[in-house]
């Protein structure tokens, strides 16, 4: 038990980018514990902590900090990524405020578990803080494959980000519980719920010896895939422009294959990914598909953000005429559930390698490049987390309420 909080077992989740903390986050939060993001609290500071922005704008320049105050978090990324020294220079800056943040969501939770996601967990200080030290592993290519499909990189580039953070091996050395996810999600299941039953009770002292928790192999069962809560249905209607034999629909285990190699054709062949990995993407976000007939012709991956915005970061479209048969009756189904949500804006990340018909279909539906300069306050730190690199911005503001 925590000597801090001794009513509470802690734990402390880790690991390298793109092995599938957020996966095992979100098992943790189903399994009713208390689940807090070292990360989202950096953000959250570095766009509300008036002390901290401006502490870090003396260290690193007034670049870093935009007219509103708040911090342009890839300004300091290429300022502090490319130099370790200016790295732990901006963590000896943030960890302190973090761990003040930390330990005051856990004194106000009434939760009996509480789960705490760390990139730098161990080198940061807050392993002290917890029972148990959690890590999620995976094979260096399947990181990059993640990274690929899931955040819009490029080969190179999610190369760079997973070789600039130690080996992997560093951080499964000093685990209590290491979960591995480069199987199947039904595996990464089993792991986690072996490591929940044997989490100590609160109250209790921790067990004497470390337990490791391996992948084993398992029925490749995937009909469990945890699902999205802005996603309306199921099944979805069309709008009246589009085919009458076009189905729109959240994408579905079972879709897999056809997706795999949807994704492969619209790139040229240019993406290749394992099953397991668009499994895990499945359960990461939500992901929108055009059938007609028994054809898949297009997938869009979109996710929400509070009620302020939605992005859309992945279009697939194949053939690529597709985008404009299908593509205005999955945008109509996103924009439906976004503004269900009541959300303000709708952002599209497009790739320079964009297809024709799928600008056609963004400036067809409403949407208008936007700079920095159109963003709002409470819009800039989405943009600053979900846009990836060598994008362009496009939007589609629903609601006019919010002052800048």
Not at 128 to 150: A, G, P, S
Not at 204 to 209: C, D, R, V
Not at 360 to 377: A, K, N, T, V, W
């Amino acid at each position: 038990m925590s000597k801090e909080w001794p009513d509470k077992t802690l734990v402390g989740l880790t690991g390298n980018i793109a092995t599938g903390k957020s996966t095992v986050m979100r098992m943790a939060a189903d399994a009713g514990a208390l689940t807090i993001d070292a990360d989202k609290i950096v953000h959250q500071l570095l766009d509300g902590d008036g002390e901290l922005q401006a502490a870090v704008a003396a260290a690193f320049g007034p670049a870093v900090r935009r007219a509103n105050g708040t911090i342009d978090r890839t300004a300091l990324a290429d300022i502090v990524f490319s130099n370790p020294e200016r790295l732990r220079e901006l963590e000896r800056l943030v960890h302190p405020a973090v761990r003040r943040q930390i330990r005051k969501q856990i004194d106000d939770s009434d939760a009996t578990v509480v789960f705490v996601e760390a990139i730098k967990l161990l080198e940061g200080g807050l392993a002290e803080l917890v029972d148990q030290v959690w890590v999620t592993r995976t094979q260096r290519r399947t990181q990059i494959e993640r990274l690929m499909v899931c955040r819009g990189m490029d080969a190179e580039t999610a190369a760079m980000r997973v070789n600039a953070q130690p080996p992997q091996e560093a951080k499964v050395a000093r685990a209590d519980v290491v979960i591995d996810t480069d199987g199947t999600m039904e595996s990464t299941r089993e792991q986690f719920a072996i490591a929940w039953e044997r989490l100590p009770a609160p109250g209790t002292a921790a067990p004497p010896e470390r337990q490791t928790s391996t992948s084993r192999p398992v029925a490749a069962t995937v009909e469990a895939i945890p699902q999205k809560p802005q996603a309306r249905a199921e099944t979805m209607a069309v709008t009246p422009a589009s085919p009458p034999d076009l189905l729109v629909r959240r994408a579905r285990p079972s879709d897999v294959a056809a997706v795999l190699l949807l994704m492969q054709r619209a790139t040229g062949g240019a993406l290749q990914m394992k099953r397991a990995d668009l499994l895990l993407a499945l359960s990461e976000r939500s992901y929108l598909i055009a059938q007609e007939g028994t054809e898949i012709n297009m997938v869009v991956g979109w996710s929400t953000h509070s009620t302020t915005a939605v992005a859309i970061d992945q279009v697939y479209a194949y053939p690529p005429e597709a985008a404009l048969s299908s593509g205005p009756a999955v945008l109509a189904e996103i924009e439906a559930s976004a503004r269900e949500l009541i959300c303000e804006v709708i952002f599209a990340y497009l790739p320079p390698d964009a297809s024709p018909p799928v600008r056609q279909l963004f400036e067809q539906s409403g949407y208008r490049p936007m700079s920095s300069r159109d963003l709002r306050r409470a819009w800039a730190p989405v943009v600053s987390e979900t846009q990836p690199a060598s994008t362009a911005l496009w939007g589609k503001i629903l609601r006019d309420v919010r002052i800048r």
